[in-house]
């Protein structure tokens, strides 16, 4: 009995083939023109990123952020807002990984779970330096082709859309208000 007497179909389609999720904290030192005294804000924006593979288990992420900090300094008399980009790289290993895909051509997709956010952030103790703390967290999907073998129905029908009934029925003309578009007209 040859496969396709068995009635199965072997079909070759895109699907996810490898999914990795990686939380990352970093501490940035960011250094202001003026020795701060206290801090008064701190935000993180511009986060710009991308992906590709690395190795056969690893997504490299590629990325930028700018951590903006409001701080006081000569003794709490001046204000200023110091920014600066910070650039990173995460390696993000594949939790899930099929080796079972057609081709070498894949497509990496990350996602962002958690933009990058600033958790503390406090001047250094021992110089004029400022510490930002940060998290971020990233989902990745691998997408490669691959081969589905599935079962096919002898006594499958097959639907034509002429088949359906798309005829309204009374209880469904009772709803339709018929100046509904003269409300429209008058206003």
């Given at each position: 009995?040859?496969?396709?007497?068995?009635?199965?179909?072997?079909?070759?389609?895109?699907?996810v083939i490898g999914k990795?999720?990686?939380?990352?904290?970093?501490?940035?030192?960011?250094?202001?023109?003026?020795?701060?005294?206290?801090?008064?804000?701190?935000?993180?924006?511009?986060?710009?990123?991308?992906?590709?593979?690395?190795?056969?288990?690893?997504?490299?992420?590629?990325?930028?952020?700018?951590?903006?900090?409001?701080?006081?300094?000569?003794?709490?008399?001046?204000?200023?807002?110091?920014?600066?980009?910070?650039?990173?790289?995460?390696?993000?290993?594949?939790?899930?990984?099929?080796?079972?895909?057609?081709?070498?051509?894949?497509?990496?997709?990350?996602?962002?779970?958690?933009?990058?956010?600033?958790?503390?952030?406090?001047?250094?103790?021992?110089?004029?330096?400022?510490?930002?703390?940060?998290?971020?967290?990233?989902?990745?999907?691998?997408?490669?082709?691959?081969?589905?073998?599935?079962?096919?129905?002898?006594?499958?029908?097959?639907?034509?859309?002429?088949?359906?009934?798309?005829?309204?029925?009374?209880?469904?003309?009772?709803?339709?208000?018929?100046?509904?578009?003269?409300e429209f007209e008058e206003?």
């Amino acid at each position: 009995m040859s496969f396709l007497d068995q009635e199965y179909r072997e079909i070759i389609t895109k699907a996810v083939i490898g999914k990795g999720r990686k939380f990352t904290q970093d501490t940035n030192t960011i250094t202001p023109s003026h020795k701060p005294t206290s801090i008064l804000g701190c935000w993180v924006i511009n986060h710009l990123y991308n992906a590709k593979i690395k190795a056969d288990d690893v997504v490299e992420v590629n990325g930028s952020y700018d951590v903006n900090v409001w701080y006081s300094y000569n003794d709490n008399t001046k204000t200023e807002v110091v920014t600066e980009r910070v650039i990173y790289c995460d390696h993000i290993k594949l939790s899930v990984k099929d080796d079972h895909t057609l081709g070498d051509e894949l497509e990496v997709f990350a996602k962002v779970i958690q933009q990058p956010n600033c958790l503390e952030c406090k001047i250094a103790s021992h110089d004029s330096k400022i510490m930002v703390e940060v998290e971020r967290e990233f989902l990745v999907e691998v997408i490669g082709e691959t081969k589905v073998t599935v079962k096919v129905d002898p006594n499958g029908t097959v639907v034509d859309d002429d088949d359906w009934d798309f005829e309204l029925n009374d209880d469904e003309f009772e709803d339709v208000d018929p100046d509904f578009l003269a409300e429209f007209e008058e206003e």
